[in-house]
């Protein structure tokens, strides 16, 4: 299906940087606890290489929903990454996600371009967070539906997130070509990881991204993205109850949190506080697909794909399986895609595989537009 990147007009206003030799752009995905660098390239048989990829963690508040909290560390973490990657390109896709920010499935009565584009301001005037004039809205079209009109996925960001991002990320020597919202990048990264055999009518699929401040919940049916919810439970908050109840720091936390006593072992304490707030997640992932299943009727999927930091959270598929009724995969980029020996070591690696999803499918996203 292939979403849309939203703000597209970013792309009408820097003129010089549209011209044929800027193939490839960097991914940048600035989440909560760390930011992440892609740079790819696109093969002769379609699939990808990772050419390099970079993690710079960021100290705790740095950045709070889609608030920059602590302006020059961020700066800094992205300058150090920025030299750590060592691309040759200097244009980037930056990835956005939050309170200010919308993605959303629309049912549209259709007609000539212009009323379409009409149809999608007055439909997604409603749903926005913020006054309409004060955002950015792009829209892709995925399709007829049954009454004869049109499905559209809508994105948007409010002006001034975008414009403050997008300043900090330049004053770090590169220039944004691309805007995108990081739930339509892990879209398409998972799109691109299933194949088609699985994008296909009658198949159903649950797909998440799970970050540190939020869940990316999403269901796609008929290789088309038709229910999107953003979960405000992460990572951070069994990090968080960790910290509180065993009085360690940030960063210990988040280390008991994955890896345990360093041996491998989850301590049973830390156990417990796992679960506690996985019990709390998971009562809101069953509201959410028993709102979809009652208003659909659709009650069986093909499966259920997850990424992010939390997706290593030991036994967290096996418990997804349980309340999903279906077979959960931990998607893994290295699957399909080759990478550079000479620059990306085993650690890497691991971070690629469980935090890197979001960074590579903006970096993608210059070749999907090129297609």
């Not at 940048?28 to 048989?45: E, N, P, Q, R, V």
Request: hydrophobic share 40%.
């Amino acid at each position: 299906m292939n979403l849309k990147s939203v703000s597209e007009y970013i792309q009408e206003k820097i003129g010089d940087i549209l011209s044929p030799n800027t193939a490839s752009v960097i991914g940048i995905d600035i989440g909560m606890s760390a930011i992440k660098f892609a740079d790819i390239s696109k093969l002769s048989d379609g699939n990808y290489k990772i050419n390099r990829f970079v993690v710079k963690d960021l100290p705790d508040g740095t950045v709070i929903e889609d608030e920059i909290q602590k302006e020059d560390e961020l700066l800094q973490a992205l300058q150090q990454g920025l030299r750590e990657l060592n691309s040759s390109s200097k244009f980037v896709c930056l990835g956005l996600s939050g309170p200010n920010t919308l993605i959303k499935r629309l049912q549209l009565a259709g007609g000539m371009a212009d009323e379409v584009e009409d149809q999608v301001i007055w439909e997604t005037e409603q749903y926005l967070p913020f006054p309409v004039d004060e955002g950015n809205i792009s829209f892709s079209i995925i399709g007829e539906n049954p009454g004869g009109g049109l499905d559209v996925i809508v994105g948007a960001v409010r002006k001034n997130v975008l414009k403050t991002f997008k300043e900090l990320v330049e004053r770090a020597n590169v220039r944004v070509k691309i805007v995108d919202l990081n739930a339509a990048a892990v879209f398409n990264m998972f799109e691109y990881l299933l194949g088609e055999g699985a994008m296909v009518k009658g198949k159903s699929w649950i797909m998440m991204d799970l970050g540190a401040q939020k869940t990316h919940f999403m269901i796609c049916k008929n290789g088309i993205l038709v229910f999107f919810k953003e979960i405000n439970i992460g990572g951070l908050t069994i990090t968080e109850e960790i910290q509180r109840q065993m009085g360690v720091s940030y960063l210990e936390a988040e280390s008991l949190k994955i890896h345990g006593d360093g041996k491998g072992n989850i301590p049973e304490e830390i156990v417990n506080l796992i679960n506690q707030v996985l019990d709390t997640f998971f009562a809101e992932l069953k509201k959410t697909v028993d709102f979809w299943t009652s208003s659909t009727s659709e009650e069986e999927f093909d499966g259920c794909v997850i990424t992010g930091g939390c997706s290593q959270i030991n036994g967290l598929a096996e418990a997804l399986q349980e309340l999903f009724e279906t077979e959960v995969q931990v998607i893994n980029p290295m699957d399909k895609m080759t990478y550079n020996q000479n620059n990306i070591d085993e650690e890497t690696l691991s971070d690629l595989s469980s935090r890197g999803l979001c960074a590579l499918g903006l970096a993608m996203r210059v070749y999907q537009k090129n297609d």
